[in-house]
């Protein structure tokens, strides 16, 4: 299985701008639909965004449309997701995943994530 690092997370304040990378080391994900997902204190962790293997299509969760921009790189085997207009509640552990198309169904182990703190 593709192990992933997940990085760029921090503390912002509301209204601030994070950007968070996904790479795997060593190995590729080019053809991976790849996903990002969170996880809250005290909940279970969610979908929030997704993107195929181009990148021509992408696909988010209601609470972060046009505030999160996921992307790729593929020659640089990394995933990123942009996020702006943070809010409080966008506060979690956020991870990627090789997911299925439309079902989001994550397809390997989960990495260590990437702490993001959002203050009011």
């Known amino acids: 299985q593709v192990q992933l690092v997940e990085s760029g997370g921090g503390l912002v304040q509301a209204g601030g701008s994070l950007r968070l990378s996904c790479a795997a080391p060593?190995?590729?994900?080019?053809?991976?639909?790849m996903g990002w997902f969170r996880q809250a204190p005290g909940k279970e962790r969610e979908f929030v965004a997704a993107?195929?293997?181009?990148?021509?299509?992408?696909y988010y969760t209601d609470s972060v449309k046009g505030r999160f921009t996921i992307s790729r790189d593929n020659g640089k085997n990394t995933v990123y997701l942009q996020m702006n207009s943070l809010k409080p509640e966008d506060t979690a552990v956020y991870y990627c995943?090789?997911?299925?198309?439309?079902?989001?169904?994550?397809?390997?182990?989960w990495g260590q994530g990437t702490q993001v703190t959002v203050a009011s």
């Open positions: 995943n090789p997911v299925v198309w439309s079902s989001w169904y994550p397809l390997g182990s």
């Open positions: 060593g190995r590729t994900f080019s053809r991976n639909v």
């Open positions: 993107i195929n293997w181009s990148g021509g299509s992408t």
